[in-house]
T-cell receptor
Framework: TQLLEQSPQFLSIQEGENLTVYCNSS?????LQWYRQEPGEGPVLLVT?????EVKKLKRLTFQFGDARKDRSLHITAAQPGDTGLYLC???????????FGQGTRLTINP | NAGVTQTPKFQVLKTGQSMTLQCAQD?????MSWYRQDPGMGLRLIHY???????DQGEVPNGYNVSRSTTEDFPLRLLSAAPSQTSVYFC????????????FGEGSWLTVV
């Protein structure tokens, strides 16, 4: 059962453009994680955001976890080729290692 | 500073063969888990362990077996490989409890023909 739906699944844009990736779910949960995965490697945790509208920034990446479905997002400003990769959202119910992942957004930034 | 180490990196099996994917971590983490990653489906949990001697099933456990005899090691066994088990497998570990970062290995690419 896919409990997290990411959109878009594929995105190819030019260097310097902005983009937003959404992570939607009909379930209620208290925190959301974002991972980045490069080819041949495992996912690496970028950030954990908690419900209630929390916003976290990591350089040009802004993560938001609002109450509305459209507010669960990752926004990248002035994308760089180094941002290319697979971005995965995940929830961690029960605090154990039982992560539930979205299907991922494959992002390509063209020079 | 090895982190989470998986072996082998690549493996080709024939249908019906058995094999073990090895996972070791050197961070003294209590929690360890196995995921599989298939195109368009993200990662799905196979089995997990909250400590030595304790294992439990995840979302897709059928056809896989695990054991946790030590804190460091968490092998994943394929009992009788099937083409549907062709996938990329990731081992992960963390300290227990919410809020702790989960670290993933580099993956094991398995093809069953």
């Amino acid at each position: 059962t896919q409990l997290l739906e990411q959109s878009p699944q594929f995105l190819s844009i030019q260097e310097g453009e902005n983009l937003t990736v959404y992570c939607n779910s009909s379930s209620v949960f208290s925190s959301l994680q974002w991972y980045r995965q490069e080819p041949g490697e495992g996912p690496v945790l970028l950030v954990t955001v908690v419900t209630g509208g929390e916003v976290k920034k990591l350089k040009r990446l802004t993560f938001q976890f609002g109450d509305a479905r459209k507010d669960r997002s990752l926004h990248i400003t002035a994308a760089q080729p180094g941002d290319t990769g697979l971005y995965l959202c995940a929830r961690n119910p029960q605090g154990a290692q039982k992560l539930v992942f979205g299907q991922g957004t494959r992002l390509t930034i063209n020079p | 500073n090895a982190g989470v180490t998986q072996t082998p990196k690549f493996q080709v099996l024939k249908t019906g063969q058995s094999m073990t994917l090895q996972c070791a971590q050197d961070m003294n983490h209590e929690y360890m888990s196995w995921y599989r990653q298939d195109p368009g489906m993200g990662l799905r949990l196979i089995h997990y362990s909250v400590g030595a001697g304790i294992t439990d099933q995840g979302e897709v456990p059928n056809g896989y077996n695990v054991s946790r005899s030590t804190t460091e090691d968490f092998p994943l066994r394929l009992l009788s490989a099937a083409p549907s088990q062709t996938s990329v497998y990731f081992c992960a570990s963390s300290f227990g409890g919410s809020g702790n970062t989960i670290y993933f290995g580099e993956g094991s690419w398995l093809t069953v023909v």
